[in-house]
């Protein structure tokens, strides 16, 4: 298995916190994903890196930013949670172009 | 505006028999694609590629087939077994001006192959 690990992989919190999920990984890939998966969207892309501190957005990134400062972290944040980001999360890490990408376990985030 | 289509949300196989799994991309930079398996309450996992510089993959029961001209590909399954319900993500990626790789999926396609 691919050295992917994502924390915490539970969390409740409450309307207008902040909140940040860790996404680690052992493999020294150079690509790290954000995405949420909810019923009838299937997988959508929040934001990637490409590299320490590149970054990009996806399909869905308002209300979320990212931080990569070394190569085995990327941070995702929602600065202010809403509950319409009640979902899960999964991160995933890539080592090249023409390459798979490798899922985390997920995490699901329930914003009250 | 969706860039990877699976227009299928669900599917239903006999065992044994062949499953056909579709998917259609609009943006034509992507010079890569993947198809994943998921669980419930399990993150996806992977099950095949194909780079745009080919027309076909295969790896066991599992077959990619790709028309760049209609920008449309295929995951055939043979035979499939009741182990292969899930559902089945199509991805695409490619870099171009508005990315730097990027992957995006579609929506999935559940589906369940009946004993």
């Known amino acids: 298995d691919a050295g992917i690990t994502q924390s915490p992989r539970h969390k409740v919190t409450e309307t207008g916190t902040p909140v940040t999920l860790r996404c680690h990984q052992t493999e020294n890939h150079r690509y790290m994903y954000w995405y949420r998966q909810d019923p009838g969207h299937g997988l959508r892309l929040i934001h990637y890196?490409?590299?320490?501190?590149?970054?990009d957005k996806g399909e869905v990134s308002d209300g979320y930013s990212v931080s990569r400062s070394k190569t085995e972290d990327f941070l995702l944040t929602l600065e202010s949670a809403t509950s319409s980001q009640t979902s899960v999360y999964f991160c995933a890490i890539r080592q090249g172009m023409n390459t798979e990408a490798f899922f985390g376990q997920g995490t699901r985030l329930t914003v009250v | 505006d969706q860039q990877v289509k699976q227009n299928s949300p669900s599917l239903s196989v006999q065992e044994g028999r062949i499953s056909i799994l579709n998917c259609d991309y609009t943006?034509?930079?992507?010079?890569?694609f993947l198809w994943y398996k998921k669980y419930p309450a399990e993150g996806p996992t992977f099950l095949i590629s194909?780079?745009?510089?080919?027309d076909k993959n295969e790896d066991g029961r599992f077959t990619v087939f790709l028309n760049k001209s209609a920008k449309h590909l295929s995951l055939h399954i043979v035979p499939s077994q009741p182990g292969d319900s899930a559902v089945y993500f199509c991805a695409a990626t490619g870099v171009y001006g508005g990315s730097q790789g990027n992957l995006i999926f579609g929506k999935g396609t559940k589906l369940s192959v009946k004993p």
């Open positions: 943006n034509s930079m992507f010079d890569y």
């Open positions: 890196s490409y590299g320490v501190k590149d970054t």
């Open positions: 194909i780079s745009s510089i080919k």
